[in-house]
């Protein structure tokens, strides 16, 4: 595996992952648990229900595509978290949490 130096900036420690020990412990600290970031018992047993009714009976909530029998996915939220938009494929729900997290700031009108 290649070595690098850790992400965080200013930190010189050089190792296999993208952060070093002492900086993924505080993102993952600062990421929450599981269940604060909405993956509760009601999400894994919508999970388990769309697993149940089969994958290829839908399609990806992102791009509309269908998915393939036994194909991975991913549980969908909407963009305020507050309700599951349904399965998608995982470069679809990780290319839109990318963007979302990366969403360059809008200045208010009128203003420079």
Not at 54 to 77: S, Y
Request: hydrophobic letters at 25%; one cysteine or more.
């Amino acid at each position: 595996m290649t070595k690098r130096v850790c992400r965080m900036h200013g930190c010189p420690r050089i190792q296999d992952a993208k952060l070093c020990d002492e900086h993924a412990r505080s993102h993952e600290k600062r990421r929450g648990t599981r269940q604060q970031r909405g993956y509760d018992a009601a999400h894994d047993k919508e999970r388990r229900r769309i697993e149940k009714q089969g994958i290829e009976n839908h399609r990806c909530a992102r791009c509309g595509a269908w998915f393939e029998r036994g194909e991975p996915f991913q549980l969908g939220h909407t963009d305020d978290r507050l309700n599951w938009s349904g399965p998608e494929h995982i470069r679809c729900n990780t290319s839109a949490a990318g963007a979302a997290s990366h969403a360059v700031f809008k200045r208010p009108e009128g203003r420079r």
